[in-house]
C-alpha cells in the first residue's frame, strides 16, 4: 500500500508527463500497465474463455464489408466405422469441413471529462481512480455479453439446447447438496460430446450455500476450512470455481458449467484495452476503449442447473 | 447464397459535421422489424418492455437519426444459423446495437436510402415514414419529399445539393439534418 506521499508523487508524476508536448503515450502507459492487471482479475468471460490476441495478418477479408471477420474451421463429423465381411469395400463420403464467423465491436467506457486543478486537490491514487470506474463498465458489458449469449443457447430448463439440440439445462431439485452437485455434473457429459466440466460460474450467494457441508459431505478438513476462512477459490470436485458478484448476470441458485475453451469457441482481441487521455489547456478527458470478438462454435460445452 | 451487398450500396456519408469527439451519436438495438433495416436509413428511439430501441422512420415529435449501420453489418450482427435453421455459431460479440447520427446534430449528410424516383431541390423538407412490417421494407425510414407539410408532418431534413449520382455509381441524396416535429400523427 502507497503513503499518501507517494501517491501524491505519482500523481504529479502524471500531470508532468500531460504536460509534457508528447509525453501522452507515457501517461497512457502508465495506465495500460495497471489496466491490464485488473482485466484479467475481475471479468469472467475473460478467465472462462481468455482471449486470444488477433493480428491483422490473421483477420479474413470479406467481399461484403471491410469489418474484420475471423473464421474458424470446427471439427468436422464422420461417419461411423462399420464391419463388413470380406470382399466388400467401404462406402465414400466427401470432405466438408464446417466453419463458423467471430465478428467483432468496439466496447468503450464513458468518457470523463474534468478541470485538472478540481483533480489536485485528491490525495487517492489518480491512476486508480482514472482506470477503476472504466474498466469496471467494460467488465460489466463483456460479461454481459457472455452471459446474454450463453442464455440464447440455453434458453429455458429441460428444453434442447440451440445448436446442439439435447437437454443442457435443468432444474434439480433438493437444494445445493453433494448429492445435486454431482448430479448437475453429469448434464454436460451426457451430451453426445461427452465433455467434461472443467469450470464452474455461480454467484457470491450461491457458493455460500458450499460452506453449509459437513465433514462427511465435504470430506475431511476442506469443510473445517472452509467454515473458518470462508471459501478461496480452488478446485472441487475436479473443476475450477469461479464465483462472481454480478448477481444480476449470474442468479443465485444457478450453476453454469464449461468446457475447457477449445471445445467451446474463441474469444478474440484485436484491441487491447488501452486508455486515451488527453489534455487540452486545463481541460482533462480520459475513457478506455477495446476491440474484442467472440463466438461460441459448439455448445455441447455449455451446461446450466438450477437448483431448487 | 444471397449475393454479396457491396459496403456502399446502402450508407450514409456525412459529408460535414462528423466525426469529432463532440459529435452527436446515439446507440441501441433494434426493435422487432419485418426486414433487415440497411444503413442509412431513418430510425427513431423506442422504449419497448423498458428497453430502448430503434424503430424505423419517424412520427410527430420522433428525432430522426440516420443509421451509420445496418443491422447485418459485421459490427452489429452475427447470425448463427443457415436459411435451413442449422446452427453454425451463437454470437457472444457483435451485441446487436447500431448506431446512428442525431438530427439535432449540425450535419450535411448524404445518403443513399431515399426516394430516387422523385425530383430533389434545395430547400425541399425532407421526412421518413414509419414501418416495420415486412411490407414496409421498401419505404420505412426512406427519406422523401412527397407530401411533406411544414409544421404538419414531421421533417428529418432540408435539401443541399440534392439528387447525384456518387463516386460509386449509387444515387444519392444530399441534405442538412434538423429537426421539425409536426404537428399530427406522421
Known amino acids: 500500500m502507497p503513503t499518501q506521499q507517494e501517491i501524491q508523487l505519482l500523481n504529479e508524476t502524471l500531470f508532468e508527463q500531460l504536460d509534457t508536448p508528447g509525453m501522452q503515450k507515457q501517461a497512457i502507459d502508465a495506465v495500460n500497465d495497471f489496466t491490464r492487471t485488473k482485466m484479467r482479475e475481475d471479468g469472467f468471460y475473460r478467465r472462462i474463455m481468455p482471449p486470444l490476441t488477433i493480428t491483422n495478418d490473421e483477420l479474413d477479408r470479406q467481399v461484403d464489408t471491410d469489418k474484420p471477420v475471423k473464421i474458424v474451421d470446427k471439427e468436422p463429423d464422420s461417419p461411423a466405422a462399420v464391419s463388413i465381411p470380406f470382399a466388400t469395400l467401404p462406402t465414400n463420403f466427401y470432405i466438408r469441413g464446417p466453419r463458423?464467423?467471430?465478428?467483432?465491436?468496439?466496447?468503450?467506457?464513458?468518457?470523463?471529462?474534468?478541470?485538472?486543478?478540481?483533480?489536485?486537490?485528491?490525495?487517492?491514487?489518480?491512476?486508480?481512480?482514472?482506470?477503476?470506474?472504466?474498466?469496471?463498465?467494460?467488465?460489466?458489458?463483456?460479461?454481459?455479453?457472455?452471459?446474454?449469449?450463453?442464455?440464447?443457447?440455453?434458453?429455458?430448463?429441460?428444453?434442447?439446447?440451440?445448436?446442439?439440440?439435447?437437454?443442457?439445462?435443468?432444474?434439480?431439485?433438493?437444494?445445493?447438496?453433494?448429492?445435486?452437485?454431482?448430479?448437475?455434473?453429469?448434464?454436460?457429459?451426457?451430451?453426445?460430446?461427452?465433455?467434461?466440466?472443467?469450470?464452474?460460474?455461480?454467484?457470491?450467494?450461491?457458493?455460500?450455500?458450499?460452506?453449509?457441508?459437513?465433514?462427511?459431505?465435504?470430506?475431511?478438513?476442506?469443510?473445517?476450512?472452509?467454515?473458518k476462512n470462508g471459501w478461496a477459490e480452488t478446485n472441487f470436485l475436479n473443476c475450477r470455481w469461479i464465483v462472481t458478484i454480478k448477481t444480476g448476470l449470474v442468479p443465485t441458485d444457478s450453476l453454469f458449467m464449461f468446457a475447457s475453451p477449445k471445445f467451446i469457441g474463441k474469444n478474440y482481441e484485436l484491441e487491447p484495452t488501452t486508455m486515451y487521455i488527453r489534455r487540452e489547456a486545463y481541460m482533462l478527458e480520459y475513457f478506455a476503449y477495446e476491440t474484442t470478438g467472440g463466438s461460441f462454435g459448439h455448445t455441447n460445452g455449455l451446461a446450466r442447473v438450477d437448483f431448487k | 447464397m444471397a449475393a454479396p451487398d457491396l459496403p456502399f450500396e446502402h450508407a450514409v456519408d456525412i459529408k460535414k459535421g462528423w466525426?469529432?469527439?463532440?459529435?452527436?451519436?446515439?446507440?441501441?438495438?433494434?426493435?422487432?422489424?419485418?426486414?433487415?433495416?440497411?444503413?442509412?436509413?431513418?430510425?427513431?428511439?423506442?422504449?419497448?418492455?423498458?428497453?430502448?430501441?430503434?424503430?424505423?422512420?419517424?412520427?410527430?415529435?420522433?428525432?430522426?437519426?440516420?443509421?451509420?449501420?445496418?443491422?447485418?453489418?459485421?459490427?452489429?450482427?452475427?447470425?448463427?444459423?443457415?436459411?435451413?435453421?442449422?446452427?453454425?455459431?451463437?454470437?457472444?460479440?457483435p451485441s446487436g446495437k447500431l448506431s446512428g447520427v442525431v438530427a439535432t446534430g449540425g450535419y450535411e449528410i448524404d445518403s443513399t436510402e431515399f426516394d430516387s424516383e422523385l425530383s430533389y431541390v434545395a430547400g425541399d423538407l425532407l421526412t421518413a415514414p414509419t414501418g416495420a412490417s415486412s411490407g414496409d421494407a421498401a419505404t420505412g425510414g426512406v427519406l422523401t419529399n412527397d407530401g411533406v407539410t411544414q409544421f404538419v408532418t414531421p421533417v428529418v431534413g432540408v435539401v443541399s445539393s440534392g439528387k447525384h449520382t456518387n463516386h460509386n455509381g449509387v444515387y444519392t441524396l444530399s441534405f442538412w439534418s434538423v429537426w421539425l416535429p409536426g404537428a399530427v400523427p406522421g
Open chain 2, 19 to 93: 466525426f469529432d469527439m463532440a459529435s452527436l451519436d446515439y446507440s441501441a438495438k433494434l426493435g422487432t422489424v419485418g426486414y433487415t433495416v440497411p444503413r442509412g436509413r431513418v430510425v427513431h428511439l423506442e422504449h419497448v418492455a423498458g428497453k430502448e430501441v430503434f424503430l424505423p422512420g419517424v412520427r410527430t415529435t420522433d428525432v430522426a437519426i440516420f443509421l451509420l449501420n445496418g443491422a447485418n453489418d459485421a459490427d452489429v450482427a452475427n447470425d448463427g444459423t443457415t436459411a435451413s435453421g442449422k446452427f453454425v455459431q451463437q454470437a457472444i460479440s
Open chain 1, 100 to 227: 463458423y464467423r467471430v465478428m467483432f465491436d468496439r466496447i468503450v467506457s464513458p468518457r470523463a471529462v474534468k478541470d485538472v486543478d478540481e483533480l489536485r486537490t485528491y490525495v487517492m491514487d489518480i491512476r486508480q481512480v482514472l482506470s477503476d470506474n472504466m474498466i469496471k463498465d467494460m467488465l460489466a458489458e463483456e460479461d454481459g455479453k457472455f452471459m446474454t449469449a450463453i442464455n440464447a443457447v440455453l434458453p429455458t430448463a429441460g428444453a434442447p439446447a440451440v445448436g446442439s439440440g439435447e437437454v443442457q439445462y435443468e432444474e434439480i431439485y433438493g437444494g445445493i447438496t453433494r448429492e445435486t452437485l454431482v448430479d448437475a455434473l453429469k448434464v454436460m457429459p451426457r451430451t453426445a460430446s461427452h465433455f467434461e466440466v472443467e469450470t464452474c460460474l455461480v454467484n457470491n450467494l450461491t457458493i455460500k450455500e458450499l460452506l453449509k457441508f459437513g465433514r462427511e459431505e465435504m470430506g475431511g478438513d476442506f469443510s473445517q476450512d472452509i467454515i
